[in-house]
């Protein structure tokens, strides 16, 4: 890796070193107050950045300003009409996507003064996410258009600290907002095409492997320093970040905590 990417690094460890200990200075118990232990939540975030999305998370109380968070569903990656400069994109035959993940919360009690799950938290977190695609393709770049079979794959892997607040409306009701969430994200893409064609497929999956590394502009960077694999294929590291907005439903016994 470049310098950069040594930057981009010790930054995200330095701030995830910082919040987890602001976390842990802070998350101590809390006054007498009653609570549910747990949330249930729907992701809102993923439906308007992917297509066909639902996620479900859920989060469970583990100490008075503590909990963890488990996170799984379903989403598929934008149809994408343009493919490059000379690829346009046609119908696709198969798509698939999931998600998974998982977060330890600190809720910060002297920032926050009322009981947990409200308030403000910070802790570590991490997600997959895992994208596949089949369809077809037409190649203008020679004197008569070609059609060929794409196959696309695309997974991502991040590990990072994020802040955020959760609001709690007549003691059932949740608005989960992640205000901060940088990561230091791992990206594996893979094109290959097949079918009865002429033209150069290392160069056309490569046109199309950069097509598709726009959509995620903190690659920039990285792909500076870097060739792409004439393969069409791509696997490194770079930041990444997360943000969502969840709404949540809370269930369990009401329960008096002590101090």
Do not use: C, H
């Amino acid at each position: 890796m470049g310098l950069s990417s040594n930057l981009m690094k010790t930054y995200l460890i330095s701030l995830l070193f910082t919040m987890l200990m602001t976390g842990i200075a802070f998350a101590q118990d809390s006054a007498l107050v009653a609570q549910r232990k747990n949330t249930i939540k729907l992701d809102l975030t993923g439906n308007l950045i992917y297509s066909n999305s639902f996620n479900l998370s859920y989060e469970r109380l583990v100490k008075q300003n503590q909990s963890f968070v488990f996170t799984a569903g379903i989403q598929e990656f934008p149809s994408i009409i343009n493919l490059g400069e000379n690829v346009e994109g046609k119908r696709e035959d198969a798509r698939s996507g999931f998600k998974f993940g998982g977060e330890y919360r600190f809720y910060l009690k002297k920032e926050n003064k009322f009981a947990t799950p409200r308030g403000l938290y910070v802790g570590p977190y991490i997600t997959a996410l895992g994208f596949k695609s089949d369809r077809k393709i037409i190649y203008s770049g020679t004197d008569v258009p070609e059609e060929a079979n794409l196959k696309s794959r695309l997974n991502i892997l991040s590990v990072g600290a994020q802040l955020g607040y959760q609001f709690i409306f007549n003691d059932r009701w949740s608005l989960d907002l992640v205000l901060i969430g940088p990561s230091y994200s791992r990206y594996n893409f893979k094109t290959q095409l097949s079918g009865d064609f002429e033209f150069d497929a290392d160069n056309v999956e490569n046109e199309i492997l950069r097509a598709l590394i726009e959509k995620f502009p903190m690659l920039d960077d990285v792909l500076d320093e870097q060739e792409l694999e004439s393969s069409g294929d791509l696997d490194t590291w770079a930041l990444g970040y997360k943000y969502q907005v969840l709404v949540g439903y809370r269930f369990g016994k009401y329960k008096k905590l002590k101090k």
